[in-house]
């Protein structure tokens, strides 16, 4: 223990009371205000059971399609040179800097009924899907990139000079390196999708038991006065969400598992 | 058989790394590639081992030219410097690699990485990953996972090069008797003119991308070719126009037919060996080597004349 950690430990508990704690705290209190029975309506009601399907199996299958992609586009931006690269990798950011309403809007105009493309996927589940993949872009991209640029060269050449082939060396070799930092943009990318509700309000069209994620219904339920029934749902939705995260993170430590 | 290199040039860019380098190395032996930093010596390992492609020139292998071969077929072991420990695989697994790649049964690989860890004394260390070991066991988990492929050739890149000196010493010993053990032929890169001394039996000195001299240990400090190799392996002073090893300066204090007059400017004992630092009577300063017993004889005192017969020197020809 350092002299410092007492302080620092002290100005961590009291930032993320602040920040984290006593707002989900404030939450769950808000949760429980219309009784056990309230409680328990707004979570069983079937809108509400499958908005939260919907949210996290598309969460679910953004972050997998992201932790893929993003992996590739971390590699090309490391490894490969072409002109415009440094564009390229200031544009990975830009989702991020984009009002996520903003997003939703161009996604309608790109994949709307009047799409220039000839794309309509308006008001569909894929429409989520395109809407959430664009905004989580750029985690696992940003997670895995320092990662491949620290990793040493060497490996992947005594992998080589042992036998082993292209695919080889990167399935045995880089990929476990990579790993950690793939599950950690994974992580965020599924959060960040279990929330998100700007860029999927407009495209989504908002169709109960089809189009419609919990971020909206939580909306839907607060517009109608029922605070309390958004509190339930937000709370569950934290709680498997809290549920995901934990197991990634265990995930993530068997793969740095040989960290001394 | 062993390694044959022909007239090898490789460029990085405006660099020339390696100009037209040709080498024989014989099957079995130990070789030193020794030079100072940026003199090829490693990129000249690596077009061997196929981690460069030269721009011109040949490498032929065991007979077969390797020239166009990918690393993974040239049946080469390499040790890189830094050891590159695989290090979210165990000392068995990184071991075990090349045999896993090649898809041996299991039990011939169990019994295979269990002869090599006895080999390299790690058999307690086998269960362990990298990060838990100190650098000289990494290093020979390094050697012993670059063997288990049975390398016609294994290649060292300054295999002691991050090691402290103690270890250093260790792993040199150590690493000339696996030479005699096992047999296989091996090259090795160093900067250092003692660790080549010491191991190689044939030593190729680089300088500046080209060979300078290549011969046994012995050669070199006798019979160099050229003012570097007499410098490099060894130290050398310059007087004039020629070379002179420090230990064959030949102190008098009586002036002395083609002697040169020098005034002495310092005297360091370091033990066994004393340096006596001259100024001469011309130009420059230069050192001469000497046993302690051999300065008490001489009853040198700082300020004092004496003159240096440099009968041993050697004269290059111009321009090498």
Redesign the interface.
């Known amino acids: 223990m350092s002299p410092f950690s007492g302080l620092t430990l002290g100005v961590v508990v009291t930032y993320l009371s602040l920040i984290v704690a006593l707002p989900l705290a404030a939450l769950v209190w808000q949760s429980t205000k219309s009784g056990d029975t309230g409680f328990w309506q707004s979570l069983t009601s079937p809108e509400a059971v499958s908005a939260l399907k919907l949210t996290l199996l598309a969460s679910l299958a953004v972050a997998l399609v992201n932790a893929i992609a993003g992996t590739v586009i971390a590699w090309v931006l490391v490894r490969d040179e072409f002109p415009g690269k440094g564009v390229v990798n200031a544009l990975i950011d830009l989702p991020f800097a984009l009002p996520t309403i903003v997003a939703g809007l161009t996604m309608l105009a790109l994949y709307g009924p009047r799409s220039p493309l000839g794309i309509d996927v308006a008001y569909t589940r894929t429409a989520i899907v395109l809407a959430l993949l664009f905004v989580t872009l750029p985690f696992v991209v940003r997670t895995v990139q320092p990662v491949l640029q620290e990793l040493?060269r060497?490996?992947e050449?005594?992998?080589?000079?042992?036998?082993?082939?292209d695919w080889?060396t990167f399935w045995?070799?880089v990929f476990?390196?990579l790993l950690p930092g793939i599950l950690s943009g994974v992580a965020l990318a599924f959060a960040k999708a279990v929330g998100e509700f700007g860029s999927v309000v407009i495209i989504t069209g908002n169709i109960p038991f089809k189009t419609e994620v919990s971020s909206v219904y939580i909306f839907g339920q607060i517009e109608s006065g029922n605070t309390s029934g958004a509190a339930a749902a937000s709370v569950v939705l934290l709680a498997i969400s809290f549920g995901v995260l934990l197991l990634i993170g265990a995930f993530r430590r068997w793969a740095t598992r040989?960290?001394? | 058989m062993g390694i044959h290199v022909e007239g090898v040039t490789k460029r990085f860019g405006s660099f020339t790394a390696l100009n037209e380098v040709s080498l024989d190395v014989q099957q079995g032996s130990l070789t030193a590639l020794l030079g100072p930093s940026g003199s090829g010596k490693s990129t000249l390992l690596r077009v061997i081992a196929g981690l460069e492609r030269p721009d011109a020139g040949r490498v032929t292998i065991s007979g077969e030219d390797a020239t166009g071969v990918a690393p993974r077929k040239r049946g080469v072991g390499f040790v890189f410097q830094h050891y590159a420990a695989f290090k979210h695989m165990t000392v068995r697994g990184n071991i075990a690699f090349g045999l896993k790649i090649r898809k041996r049964p299991r039990a011939e690989v169990r019994a295979r990485v269990d002869e090599l860890l006895a080999l390299v004394q790690l058999q307690p260390f086998a269960d362990r990953y990298p990060s838990q070991l100190s650098g000289g066991q990494r290093q020979r988990m390094a050697l012993a996972r670059a063997l288990a492929v049975e390398p016609k050739v294994l290649l060292l890149d300054e295999p002691f090069g991050a090691l402290d000196t103690r270890v250093r010493g260790e792993l040199r010993e150590w690493l000339h008797r696996l030479h005699d053990e096992v047999r296989v032929t091996t090259v090795f890169v160093t900067h250092d003119q003692e660790e080549a001394m010491a191991l190689a039996d044939q030593i190729a000195v680089l300088h500046d991308g080209r060979i300078e001299q290549v011969g046994s240990p012995r050669d070199l400090y006798d019979q160099p070719q050229t003012p570097f190799v007499m410098s490099f392996v060894g130290a050398a002073a310059q007087l004039g126009e020629r070379w002179v090893r420090q230990h064959d300066l030949d102190l008098r204090l009586e002036p002395t037919a083609g002697a040169l007059e020098a005034r002495v400017e310092r005297i360091a004992r370091l033990g066994f060996e004393a340096r006596v630092e001259l100024q001469l009577a011309g130009s420059g300063t230069v050192w001469a080597q000497m046993t302690c017993a051999e300065l008490n004889r001489l009853e040198l005192e700082r300020g004092d004349t004496v003159w240096v017969l440099a009968d041993r020197a050697r004269v290059f020809a111009e321009s090498s």
């Open positions: 040493d060497e490996l050449e005594a992998a080589e000079s042992l036998g082993a082939s080889q045995h070799i476990p390196n040989h960290h001394a």
